[in-house]
């Protein structure tokens, strides 16, 4: 499975916490684009796509959601909700995003400039390129 949980650099003092990422130093991409998802709902599903050719880590700044990951053989799913852990996804992951707590905030750093062609949006599309390599 090309995922893995990854504990952020956090310093801590009786001012509160400041976490920090480096591309190419805490997390193994140089770091071309930063997202966020915010007014989540409970009842609200995201992902559902892969990615031929990006890296991603995502971090749940505020509150909770479920991931599924799934690499066409084996189905995990991983809790993410701390602000010091970041999940790192590779290429060729299908990822579901279900459970938002409300109001959830996800930050999301990724290896490239967003490009709509190398989505993989259909499951069935998924199996295939997975069962080709
Ligand atoms: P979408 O892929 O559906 O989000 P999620 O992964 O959370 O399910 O993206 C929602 C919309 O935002 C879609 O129209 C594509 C657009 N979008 C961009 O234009 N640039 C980006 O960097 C991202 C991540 C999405």
Not at 81 to 86: E, Q, Y
Not at 92 to 114: D, P, Q, T, V
Not at 125 to 133: D, G, R
Request: proline share 2%; with cysteine; charged share 30%.
């Amino acid at each position: 499975m090309n995922y893995k949980l990854i504990n952020l650099n956090i310093f801590g003092d009786n001012r509160g916490k400041l976490a920090v990422v480096e591309g190419n130093k805490d997390i193994p991409f140089e770091i071309k684009r930063v997202y966020w998802i915010f007014d989540t709902l409970p009842d609200q599903e995201r992902g559902k796509h892969a990615h031929r050719d990006l890296e991603q880590i995502i971090v749940a700044m505020d509150g909770a959601c479920q991931f599924v990951l799934d690499d066409g053989i084996k189905r995990e799913t991983v809790w993410l909700n701390r602000p010091d852990t970041g999940l790192y996804i590779g290429k060729n992951m299908w990822r579901e995003m279900r459970h938002f707590s409300y109001g959830c905030k996800l930050m999301i750093l990724a290896s490239r400039h967003y490009d709509e062609k190398e989505y993989i949006r259909d499951y069935d599309e998924f199996i295939k390129i997975i069962n080709e390599k």
